[in-house]
């Protein structure tokens, strides 16, 4: 019983050795790793990012299907007599 315990508790220990592993490769180009504050910061600037290209993103459709619909318009209009 003892042996079982001992080995799920080192199946977590490891798995858990990976994630914080994996933590530690965000650098700033430069080698060294980042703090904590640096990389909520980074974070922040990427959400940031990510949220102007989705607005973008989101115009650029909204302008496309605008535009669809005006042609859409237009060839009704030019079928009439």
């Known amino acids: 019983m003892a042996s079982r315990f001992a ?3 080192l199946c977590i220990t490891r798995s ?3 994630t914080r592993g994996a933590t530690r ?3 700033d180009g430069k080698g060294r790793v980042l703090s904590e504050e640096e990389r909520a ?3 922040v600037y990427i959400q940031k990012m990510e949220r102007e290209r989705l607005e973008k993103l989101k115009q650029k459709a909204e302008k496309e299907k605008a ?3 005006k042609e859409s318009a237009d060839k009704k209009t030019e079928g009439k007599p």
Do not use: D, I, Q
């Open 7 to 9: 080995l799920n508790r």
């Open 16 to 18: 858990m050795e990976s």
């Open 25 to 27: 490769y965000f650098s």
């Open 41 to 43: 910061a980074e974070n």
């Open 67 to 69: 535009e669809k619909e």
